[in-house]
């Protein structure tokens, strides 16, 4: 039997009183979403990248490139590195961001990390970053980091444009790789592209993607001068839980929404999917619901949950109807302003 995580974790938010408003104020920079119904959205979403995304990359950057600036120079910060190597899976040099930027510089590092998972993803928190580097013959093969949180991400400070290495892209696993069989064309050769997607680490680039989907970073071969190899950031958003913030209290936000999310868990039952469906409610003074938006999902149908004559995408599209027709029933109490109330669904 399936356990519908997201709909119990909603339910201890409103009886335990921990739903949250978010840590920081709501900023909508780096928006992918509109009013829409959610049937229609496009989906799921297994990648998505976000350039230009840090305006203090280019300090990060200069952080790390004074600390490698004379090689026979010996200071406290070139003794933070753990040179991680597991034989066949993962050869990097890694040390937590926490312990290498100064404390004001890590804050607006925090800050724009958490601040995109709360207005994108619907997750409320990070986890705590890694600043790693890659030089001659690091890598990672494939692994997935299903139980760290449900978005990986890799913040890149790569001087891609200048590198002196080949690699060091993030392999993807391709969603059909893992439904192989289904449409299988036995006219048709297959080569890594057809398997794989890869995402360059550009300068100052974000990537974040589905942590379940196997992923991997392509052995970098050149330079052993940290200055011109991969230097990236990286960890999980985490803490997919409902959080509000506007006019109303936290008490009218969980009475408004117990009824839907009551009837969302009786009308799916056992869902036949996995993965995650973050929405935002948009509350008016009056307490009426004035826009449901789809922020992501990574919903993909479980083979061995599905009845035989049923299709993958008709399960995520049943879920998707439901969330939107009982959400769009609900009624709040009036408050002075208008509310924004963010509720991510986790299917596990």
């Not at 780096?30 to 009013?35: A, E, L, P, V």
């Not at 192989?180 to 680490?201: A, M």
């Not at 919903?299 to 049923?310: N, Q, S």
Request: hydrophobic share 40%; proline share 7%.
């Amino acid at each position: 039997m399936r356990a519908m995580v997201g709909f119990i974790k909603v339910a201890l938010v409103q009886s335990l009183g921990y739903l949250q408003r978010p840590s920081l104020p709501p900023a909508m920079h780096h928006s992918r979403c509109c009013s829409m119904s959610l049937a229609h959205a496009d989906g799921p979403t297994h990648i998505l990248t976000s350039p230009n995304f840090l305006p203090c990359a280019a300090e990060l950057r200069a952080v790390f490139d004074d600390a490698f600036a004379e090689p026979r120079q010996a200071h406290p910060m070139r003794f933070v590195w753990d040179y991680w190597h597991v034989p066949g899976q993962y050869t990097l040099h890694r040390t937590m961001a926490s312990d290498y930027f100064d404390e004001d510089l890590f804050a607006k590092l925090t800050d724009a990390l958490t601040t995109f998972g709360q207005e994108e993803l619907g997750c409320r928190s990070i986890s705590p970053p890694w600043l790693s580097f890659y030089v001659d013959g690091c890598e990672q093969s494939l692994h997935a980091d299903v139980p760290q949180g449900p978005f990986a991400y890799v913040l890149s400070l790569t001087l891609w444009d200048e590198r002196a290495f080949t690699g060091g892209e993030t392999q993807i696993l391709r969603p059909q790789v893992l439904d192989y069989w289904r449409d299988f064309d036995s006219s048709r050769g297959l080569e890594l592209n057809d398997l794989l997607t890869e995402v360059p680490p550009l300068f100052n680039q974000l990537t974040v993607f589905d942590a379940r989907v196997p992923h991997a970073v392509q052995q970098v071969q050149g330079t052993r001068d940290p200055r011109r190899g991969r230097v990236v950031l990286h960890g999980w958003f985490t803490e997919p839980e409902t959080h509000f913030s506007g006019g109303m209290a936290e008490d009218d936000v969980a009475n408004g929404l117990a009824p839907s999310l009551t009837a969302i868990q009786e009308s799916l039952g056992q869902p036949t999917i996995t993965g995650l469906l973050s929405v935002r409610m948009l509350i008016d003074e009056s307490g009426e619901l004035s826009e449901l938006t789809h922020l992501i999902d990574t919903l993909v149908a479980d083979p061995a949950a599905l009845a035989p004559d049923e299709h993958p995408d008709e399960a995520r599209l049943t879920v998707l109807k439901t969330v939107e027709k009982e959400l769009g029933e609900a009624s709040f109490a009036p408050s002075t302003q208008g509310t924004k109330i963010t509720i991510p669904f986790v299917f596990d």
